[in-house]
C-alpha cells in the first residue's frame, strides 16, 4: 500500500495515500485524514529508516545489497531503495547537512523569492548580519574563537536568550523544554 521504493512521501501517488485512510477507518477511529497522513508518513520514514539499518550494509557490494531483500518485502520495492541509498544522491539525502542556527532563521523566515517574510524578520537579519561581520573580525584575528559558539552568541544577543516554555527550530510541534 505504501510501498518504500520512493525517495519520499511527497512522490508516492495520492491514490495510494487516500487508500491508506480508508483503510484505518474500519477500526473506528475518528481523526481527521490529514492527521492520519501526517502519522503515516512519520510512520512510513520510520520504517524505511529501519530497514535501511538493518538490511543495507554498507561494506557490501551492491549486488549482495540486492539479494539481502527483507523478508515480506517485494523484491522491485527493495532494489529501487536500494539503488537510491547507492546513488549519490540517496547519500546526501541520508547524511543531509548540518545547519546552524543562524543559516536555520535565515532560511525559515525568507520567502521563496529570497525576501523576508515580514519587516520585522528583515530587522532581525540586518541586525544578525552586522553582528556576525562584527564577530567574525574578532574571530579573525583570534584562532581560539569556535565560530559555531559566536553564531549561538550573536542569536542570543540578537533574539534574547531562550527562556523557559519557548523553543525555537524544533519539531512539528512545541514541546516546552
Known amino acids: 500500500m505504501l510501498p518504500i521504493n520512493y525517495e519520499s512521501w511527497h512522490h508516492i501517488p495520492d491514490s495510494n495515500k487516500n487508500q491508506a485512510p480508508d483503510n484505518i477507518k474500519r477500526f473506528a477511529l475518528e481523526v481527521s485524514d490529514d492527521y492520519m497522513k501526517k502519522a503515516l508518513d512519520k510512520k512510513w520514514r520510520d520504517h524505511k529508516s529501519t530497514l535501511k539499518k538493518e538490511y543495507f550494509k554498507k561494506d557490501i557490494s551492491l549486488e549482495q545489497k540486492l539479494r539481502n531483500v527483507p523478508p515480506e518485502m517485494l523484491r522491485y520495492q527493495w532494489e529501487d531503495a536500494v539503488r537510491f541509498w547507492n546513488s549519490k544522491k540517496g547519500e546526501e539525502v541520508s547524511y543531509g547537512q548540518k545547519v546552524g542556527r543562524l543559516q536555520l532563521f535565515d ?4 520567502k521563496k523569492d529570497g525576501s523576508p517574510m515580514t519587516s520585522k524578520a528583515g530587522e532581525i537579519m540586518e541586525k544578525l548580519k552586522e553582528k ?3 564577530y567574525e573580525a574578532i574571530a579573525s584575528t583570534d584562532s581560539s574563537v569556535n565560530l559555531e559558539d559566536i553564531y549561538n552568541r550573536i ?3 540578537v533574539l534574547d536568550p531562550e527562556r523557559y516554555g519557548r523553543v ?3 519539531g512539528s510541534s512545541v514541546t516546552p523544554t
Not at 107 to 110: D, E, L, Y
Open 107 to 110: 532560511i525559515t523566515h525568507r
Open 155 to 157: 542569536i542570543i544577543e
Open 168 to 170: 525555537r527550530f524544533q
Open 132 to 134: 556576525k561581520v562584527e
